[in-house]
């Protein structure tokens, strides 16, 4: 994501109701925050909203986390969600390597990855959101049942994603090399920016469905 510095930015998601501060305890406590205990799903690297915002408003009956670790990307998506009067998210400030702190085990029942940072060299592959290490994160706070969506138009990384799978013990649900193409898995797709981005300049759009194992 280009990033751009927006003058104010972490003010402004700071004195906002729809993002919650890092130092708050929300562990275990995303239904008294939300104030209902509805389902809880959370994308990571959320970017300027889009996809989280258009989701929420087609499922009210779902609590949606977006964590994004920019302020300045963070407003624009804090935006979207204001202006479309939307109450079902809130967002986080954070680097998701953190993520442990903020969910408690078997908190969270659907997790989305969209257009990940590749982080192409190999001394970096740790920071890979669908890595093992992520994964192995990802897996105390999925609950029984649960499982993660992805979606990326880089084939290494999603190779590199595939492969961790097995590392890792996750079983994959589906899978799509050209997702736009596969009328089953693209029914109800909610384009991301960089999705329409990419799709734009004829990439096709790999994705997968995973669950832990056991
Ligand atoms: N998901 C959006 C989309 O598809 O249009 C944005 C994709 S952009 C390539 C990746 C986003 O993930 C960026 O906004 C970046 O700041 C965020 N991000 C990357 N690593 C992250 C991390 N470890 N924790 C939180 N956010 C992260």
Redesign the pocket.
């Known amino acids: 994501?280009r990033l751009r510095n927006i003058p104010g930015a972490r003010e402004a998601i700071g004195v906002s109701e729809y993002v919650i501060p890092e130092e708050r305890e929300c562990a275990g406590k995303w239904s008294e925050l939300f104030g209902n205990g509805q389902s809880l799903h959370i994308e990571?690297?959320?970017?300027?909203g889009r996809?989280i915002t258009e989701l929420a408003a087609q499922h009210p009956e779902v609590n949606y986390v977006g964590?994004?670790?920019?302020s300045s990307?963070l407003l624009k998506a804090m935006h979207k969600v204001e202006e479309n009067s939307i109450s079902n998210v809130l967002f986080m400030r954070?680097?998701?390597?953190h993520i442990l702190r903020y969910f408690e085990k078997n908190e969270v029942e659907r997790i989305y990855l969209?257009?990940?940072?590749p982080w192409p060299k190999e001394r970096h592959a740790k920071?890979r959101?669908v890595s093992r290490e992520f994964l192995d994160r990802y897996r105390i706070l999925l609950k029984q049942g649960g499982h993660l969506e992805f979606k990326t138009d880089n084939r290494d990384l999603f190779d590199f994603g595939v492969g961790q799978t097995e590392i890792a013990r996750w079983e994959i649900m589906e899978i799509t090399y050209d997702l736009h193409n596969d009328e089953r898995m693209n029914a109800g797709n909610i384009m991301?920016?960089?999705?329409e981005r990419f799709s734009a300049k004829g990439n096709p759009i790999c994705k997968y469905i995973i669950r832990p194992k056991d």
Request: aromatic residues 16%; without cysteine; proline residues 0%.
């Open positions: 994501m990571i690297g959320t970017g300027k996809f964590i994004e670790k920019y990307v954070m680097d998701a390597e969209n257009f990940s940072d920071r959101l991301t920016e960089y999705e």
